[in-house]
């Protein structure tokens, strides 16, 4: 995406692998720009990579959060990993727009607090959320819109997969993998469970477990189940299967019966997208038009669904 419009500049505070990668995709850019950035004083050997490759020499490395936050070059602020959410409300106090790449490590209270910050301040609050561009759920959303499955009875997602040995979770399954998942779920059903979910969670040797199945009964008799290992010898992935009372939808193609019962399967196209989604997204937000733009609203709704299922077993 291109406007003749002077770029947004983009301050980053902190460093972590999506991060660095959001700098290079930033480098190639014309309405979006690392104008500032900084990295923790234990983490300097991670600058060379956190900058490499990024063109624009206006971009300023600062001692602290705050200088990023009060530089007059940054107009909006992308905190990494761990980020203060402290920092996150003074930046929207300045009334910068803020990006927060990881919400999973933030309280759900503390997730309420900026929704808050935010909505009275009327700004942009936004999550780092990629995966809402994922072509199967695009899919799954363009069917359930077509009006073809009728009313959604039910949601099913299932992933069987075997982890790197290197491979960890640092705040579980559940938060890591199933954060992505149940995000798509409210976006699916357009509402929150009617009750709090079942959760039953895989044991491992230690003391987290290796992955959980979680259902959810919704108004209307809707329900959905969301299965995830990660030390299964299966690798399979079921995408999103939805079932409604006349249609479903399963791998990109729509099911519907007609009237003397024969089983109609159709393929859906598939999405026509950019290689920055997201960033297309943010940047029209930016400029006040309409995007479907991931929220600190919607983080939280996911945040209160992982506290009801008690995440993880200790």
């Given amino acids: 995406m291109t406007h003749a419009e002077e770029p947004f500049g983009v301050g980053v505070i902190g460093c972590s692998a999506t991060s660095r990668f959001v700098c290079?995709?930033?480098?190639?850019?014309?309405?979006?720009?690392?104008?500032?950035?900084?990295?923790?004083?234990?983490?300097?050997?991670?600058?060379?990579?956190?900058?490499?490759?990024?063109s624009s020499l206006a971009c300023r490395r600062h001692t602290t959060p705050f200088e990023v936050i009060d530089d007059p070059h940054v107009r909006v602020l992308y905190f990494a990993d761990g980020s203060n959410a402290d920092w996150m409300q003074l930046a929207l106090g300045t009334?910068?727009?803020?990006?927060?790449?990881?919400?999973?490590?933030?309280?759900?209270?503390?997730?309420?607090?900026?929704?808050?910050?935010?909505?009275g301040l009327k700004q942009v609050a936004a999550v780092y959320a990629p995966r809402r561009w994922e072509t199967d759920f695009l899919q799954a959303r363009s069917a359930l819109d077509s009006g073809h499955l009728g009313r959604l009875l039910r949601v099913r997602y299932l992933v069987h997969d075997y982890r790197l040995p290197n491979e960890t979770y640092?705040?579980?399954?559940?938060?890591?993998?199933?954060?992505?998942?149940?995000?798509?779920?409210?976006?699916?059903?357009?509402?929150?469970?009617?009750?709090?979910?079942?959760?039953?969670?895989?044991?491992?040797?230690?003391?987290?477990?290796?992955?959980?199945?979680?259902?959810?009964?919704?108004?209307?008799?809707?329900?959905a189940n969301i299965e995830i290992q990660t030390r299964s010898l299966l690798s399979y992935r079921s995408g999103w299967m939805l079932e409604g009372t006349t249609g479903a939808y399963r791998n990109g193609r729509l099911y519907t019966q007609t009237a003397d019962g024969e089983i109609i399967d159709e393929p859906l196209p598939a999405?026509?997208?950019?290689?920055?989604?997201?960033?297309?997204?943010?940047?029209?937000?930016?400029?006040?038009?309409?995007?479907?733009?991931?929220?600190?609203?919607?983080?939280?709704?996911?945040?209160?669904?992982?506290?009801?299922?008690?995440?993880?077993?200790?």
């Fill in 24 to 54: 290079e995709r930033l480098s190639l850019r014309s309405d979006l720009r690392l104008a500032a950035a900084w990295i923790e004083r234990d983490e300097e050997d991670e600058l060379p990579s956190a900058l490499a490759g990024i």
């Fill in 95 to 119: 009334a910068k727009p803020i990006v927060v790449e990881s919400p999973q490590s933030l309280s759900p209270g503390e997730l309420e607090r900026l929704e808050r910050d935010a909505a």
């Fill in 170 to 223: 640092p705040r579980g399954v559940a938060t890591d993998l199933g954060s992505h998942v149940l995000d798509q779920l409210l976006l699916l059903t357009g509402a929150s469970p009617c009750r709090p979910p079942e959760i039953r969670h895989f044991p491992s040797k230690s003391d987290r477990s290796d992955g959980f199945v979680c259902c959810c009964d919704f108004a209307d008799d809707l329900s």
């Fill in 271 to 314: 999405p026509s997208l950019s290689s920055d989604p997201f960033f297309d997204a943010l940047s029209l937000a930016l400029r006040g038009t309409t995007s479907e733009l991931p929220t600190i609203q919607d983080a939280a709704r996911v945040a209160a669904l992982l506290a009801n299922l008690d995440v993880e077993t200790k």
